[in-house]
């Protein structure tokens, strides 16, 4: 989460809002996993410290256009 703090200064207050509410949501990233090449980065003990998505063109979202 401390990597998306900067796009916050770079979206409007709506998408930023948009935006959290889609990170925080366990859904987003359940997709996410069905639509693209992941990378998860895991602890020992199976705790996620870090991930990495590539989705493929044709996937839009609310605040990422299609293109």
Same mark, same amino acid.
Do not use: R
């Given at each position: 989460? @401390? ?5 916050? +200064? +770079? ?8 935006? @959290?509410? %889609? ?6 990233? @359940? +997709?996410l996993l069905? =639509?693209? &090449?992941a %990378? %998860?980065? !895991?602890? +020992? =003990?199976?705790?996620? $410290?870090?991930?990495?998505? %590539? ?6 979202? !609310? $605040? &990422?256009? !299609?293109?």
């Amino acid at each position: 989460m @401390l990597s998306w703090a900067y796009y916050e +200064k +770079k979206l409007t207050p709506n998408h930023w809002d948009e935006l @959290l509410a %889609i990170l925080n949501n366990n859904a987003t990233y @359940l +997709k996410l996993l069905e =639509q693209s &090449y992941a %990378i %998860i980065c !895991e602890t +020992k =003990q199976g705790n996620i $410290i870090g991930m990495a998505f %590539i989705v493929p063109t044709g996937n839009p979202t !609310e $605040i &990422y256009d !299609e293109a």
